[in-house]
């Protein structure tokens, strides 16, 4: 398989993942509303905070990988945002099509962010911001 092969599989996996995180986070702001989504996250006996910090790393995360900004970063700090969904959703079983969703979908989400955390950022990618470049370790800058 050819490098440019190899990165435009990469970068179809970070815009997917993307798109997802993106797309969830602004679902929780526009249709559930954020006291919804905080009265949900409540109901499951977690913090109002939990609600905010999940809405927060699925828009920012969302976009930064959609950009190609960080993208091993961004994709390693949505996986407990993934592994919190899973959480949410095992009591559902395992079809994400059950009522009240299974844990399937948040499951094969954590393991595309494990793959862009692998793989790195791919093609069409703008990489990094020189403002905050320096505070990102080196090993999370692909």
Partial sequence: MSTTTH????FITRAAL???????????VVVFTIPGTVGYFESLGLPAA???LT?????????????GLY??????LSLPILLGAAWA???NGWVFSAEGGGWEFP?????????VALQGAGSFALRRLPVI?????????A
């Fill in 133 to 141: 470049d320096r505070f990102i370790p080196a090993a999370l800058k």
């Fill in 18 to 28: 993307g798109t997802i995180l993106l797309s969830h986070g602004l679902l929780k």
């Fill in 50 to 52: 939990a609600a905010y």
């Fill in 71 to 76: 993208a091993r970063l961004a994709a390693l």
């Fill in 107 to 115: 499951v094969l989400l954590a393991v595309l962010a494990v793959a």
């Fill in 55 to 67: 809405i927060f790393g699925e828009l920012a995360g969302g976009t930064a990988l959609l950009l």
């Fill in 89 to 91: 959703h095992s009591g």
């Fill in 7 to 10: 990165q435009h599989g990469a």
